[in-house]
């Protein structure tokens, strides 16, 4: 047995082990062999939505404002940062 071997022997046995978590590894890997991705949470995913679609709604109103723009695209300027918030929220689901 070589001296690494040893060392993670002992280090696992000095561990203490909580009760039904030795068959369950700390990640399991997909079908691909890769560990899962991390997921933030619920609170910072929620501010993250606000933020792009608070941000894609800044840049249609000063687009409106800059622009002459015809009066169909106000509909557009409003409607568009629900839908690009909710395509980025969905990039975790």
């Given at each position: 047995?070589?001296?690494?071997?040893?060392r993670n022997q002992t280090e696992a046995a000095e561990k203490p082990r909580t009760p039904g978590r030795e068959t369950q590894p700390a990640t399991q890997p997909d079908?691909?062999?890769k560990p899962p991705r991390k997921h933030p949470s619920k609170a910072m995913l929620?501010?993250?939505?606000?933020?792009?679609?608070l941000g894609i709604l800044a840049i249609g109103l000063a687009y409106l404002i800059f622009n002459e723009t015809p009066v169909f695209a106000i509909p557009l300027v409003v409607?568009?940062?629900?839908?690009?918030a909710v395509a980025f929220r969905d990039i975790w689901d």
């Open positions: 047995m070589s001296v690494p071997e040893q079908s691909a062999g929620n501010l993250m939505t606000w933020l792009v679609g409607t568009v940062p629900v839908i690009a």
